[in-house]
């Protein structure tokens, strides 16, 4: 089993953590997702990676299969070791979890990068001479995804959506805030704290408003990066920032 992993952060943080989380044994490759490295890689690509929902996200290597998107892959490697711990809980608990995370993946994630590429990815992509962004964009099988590539070379961010966004951000802290039992988001530790977590982590800098307030949430994501499995994930960070590295994430569901 083989992780192509970008920094530390969002989907990527997701899925180390969970192979540390599960005390699976693989093989970690780092490369720049702010860079397009993802489609450069030595792996037979299937249509689950090269039009990953995801975005620019980490890709698992398991058996010769090329896997991507975070959360799908939280839930097979889960089921893959051991006791399940990531998706803790009967039936009705294991629902709640993938109801959760789809609501990260579908309005938080979104959100989040398109806050992170303004913030940090714009500039750089617009250092990049137009042959070698060319060639990079050349390299992307789907266009949505190359078109939200060109976006943020483009600086097509509006006020009136990175408003949309925070207030998402907003919203999601609340949720957590409503939900928390005990020192978790279900009770149990969960890929529901994960994933989330992982999302929300570089907000703190950028949305800060976003968890003014809630000494709650705030205490969460203290319990959540201290745990060990997300502690060695983050040491795992090449730039030791890696809540500023934002590739181009999910498209921004349409329909609110």
Known sequence: MKLYHGEPNAASLTVMAALFEKGIN?????????????HDLPITYGVEVLRSVEGEGPVLVNNGEAMADSVFIGCMLDESKGDATLLAGDAYRRWQIMVWCRHVIERVAPAASY???????????????????AALTAKI????????????????????????????????????????????????????????????????????????????????????????????????????????????????????
Not at 211 to 221: E, L
């Open 26 to 38: 693989a093989e970690f490759e780092a490369i720049d997702l702010c860079a397009g490295e993802r």
């Open 115 to 133: 806050i992170g590429n303004q913030a940090y990815l714009q500039d750089a992509l617009k250092r990049m001479s137009d042959a070698d962004f």
């Open 141 to 256: 099988a789907a266009e949505d995804l190359r078109g939200r590539w060109e976006e943020v070379r483009q600086g097509d961010f509006t006020e009136e959506r990175l408003a949309e966004c925070r207030a998402k951000i907003v919203q999601m802290v609340d949720k957590i805030e409503a939900q928390l039992s005990g020192d978790w988001i279900f009770g149990d530790f969960s890929l529901a704290d994960l994933e989330t977590y992982s999302w929300l982590r570089g907000m703190l800098s950028l949305v800060p408003e976003s968890f003014d307030g809630h000494d709650s949430v705030i205490a969460w994501m203290g319990r959540v990066q201290d745990r060990p499995s997300v502690a060695k994930a983050l040491s795992l960070s090449v730039t030791g920032s890696p809540e500023k590295a934002w590739p181009v994430g999910p498209e921004i569901n349409r329909w609110g």
